[in-house]
């Protein structure tokens, strides 16, 4: 028992220290750090893989590891700071994912939600999302909704590839955590590529056509996917020679190149891009797109969290 009479008799503030510790009080007025600051500051840098180097290392895990023992065949994108084994962003991960020719990457299914931005598929490459079979096509983004079971195949004669992004790390923050597993690949009840599961780089192109550059110099659409909570999704649009605003959000975004190249300046870094290269781009950093060749940029955000929870904010800088 606590000798509160002690506690309360406390002579000074050492003493008081040494009263609460074994009862796992901090003082506030102890604390080894704030824990309020003025603006958003984060640990994480804004960071870009190379596609092509994603690519070598898959096509080696290709010669190396199947898809049965790999589960999935990807390289997760881990931003480069002290003790991080695994997240890109603090919500976020991706990864870049290959599929040998007749290969299945077995059924699943788990909280976090996950999309796929489809790079380079042979036809026959599909994915099964609660038994609806969807075939890949390039520039295809493909939603697999928190808890749908889905699992890959690959029926054509090349390797398919593509980029993962998924709120695992926000799964991990808030611990919800779910996870089953499939006996081998869900049966196929239907076969199509018209489901709000799927958006085609066709439609995506299309709608551009009509879109409104915004107030912030964004000429973007919102793929319309209410199946996906924690994340927004966008395609934009940048000309050969046209530049964004220099925007800062509380937002946490990655960026995959659809195509196109360019250079994005985030953090005081310079970083040129390409078809297929990510780039992660943390909180509150002052962020600038310039292309070079007339590019496409997919985006995932999970402003949706931010907006739930009063935290949004955006500012151009310019
Ligand atoms: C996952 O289920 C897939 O289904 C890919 O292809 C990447 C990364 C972390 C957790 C689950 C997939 C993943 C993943």
């Known amino acids: 028992m606590t000798d509160r009479t002690a506690l309360a008799d406390a002579a000074n503030l050492e003493d008081l220290?040494?009263?609460?510790?074994?009862?796992?009080?901090?003082?506030?007025?102890?604390?080894?750090?704030?824990?309020?600051?003025?603006?958003?500051?984060?640990q994480f840098r804004p960071f870009m893989w190379h596609y092509g180097d994603a690519k070598a290392g898959l096509d080696a895990a290709g010669r190396l590891i199947n898809a049965e023992q790999a589960e999935r065949r990807n390289l997760f994108m881990v931003n480069p700071i002290e003790g991080n084994?695994?997240?890109?962003?603090?919500?976020?991960?991706?990864?870049?994912?290959?599929?040998?020719?007749?290969?299945?990457?077995?059924?699943?299914?788990?909280?976090?939600?996950?999309?796929?931005?489809?790079?380079?598929?042979?036809?026959?490459?599909?994915t099964i999302v609660d038994g609806i079979r969807i075939d890949m096509e390039p520039g295809d983004v493909l939603l697999t909704p928190g808890m749908s079971w889905h699992g890959h195949g690959n029926d054509g004669?090349?390797?398919?590839?593509?980029?993962?992004?998924?709120?695992?790390?926000?799964?991990?923050?808030?611990?919800?955590?779910?996870?089953?597993?499939?006996?081998?690949l869900q049966p196929v009840e239907q076969t199509t590529r018209d489901h709000p599961f799927v958006f085609t780089l066709a439609s995506t192109r299309a709608q551009l056509k009509d879109a409104k550059t915004d107030d912030y110099g964004r000429k973007?659409?919102?793929?319309?996917?209410?199946?996906?909570?924690?994340?927004?999704?966008?395609?934009?649009?940048?000309?050969?020679?046209?530049?964004?605003?220099?925007?800062?959000?509380?937002?946490?975004?990655?960026?995959?190149?659809?195509?196109?190249?360019?250079?994005?300046?985030?953090g005081g870094e310079t970083f040129q891009w390409e078809r297929g290269d990510t780039i992660v781009l943390p909180t509150w950093n002052a962020v600038r797109h310039t292309a070079s060749e007339d590019a496409l940029l997919f985006c995932v955000s999970d402003l949706p969290v931010h907006e739930k929870l009063g935290f949004a904010r955006l500012q151009a800088e310019d």
């Open 157 to 184: 004669s090349r390797p398919g590839y593509w980029i993962d992004y998924l709120d695992v790390p926000l799964v991990h923050l808030l611990e919800p955590m779910f996870f089953d597993l499939w006996d081998g």
């Open 17 to 42: 220290r040494e009263l609460l510790n074994p009862l796992e009080f901090m003082a506030g007025w102890n604390k080894h750090e704030p824990s309020l600051w003025k603006e958003p500051r984060t």
């Open 220 to 266: 973007r659409i919102q793929l319309d996917a209410p199946s996906m909570p924690t994340t927004a999704l966008y395609m934009q649009e940048l000309l050969a020679g046209q530049s964004t605003r220099t925007l800062r959000s509380t937002e946490n975004q990655i960026i995959s190149v659809v195509s196109g190249r360019g250079t994005t300046q985030a």
């Open 85 to 126: 084994h695994y997240a890109s962003l603090r919500t976020l991960v991706t990864a870049y994912q290959m599929i040998l020719p007749g290969e299945t990457a077995r059924t699943h299914r788990h909280s976090p939600n996950a999309l796929r931005l489809v790079m380079d598929v042979a036809d026959k490459c599909y």
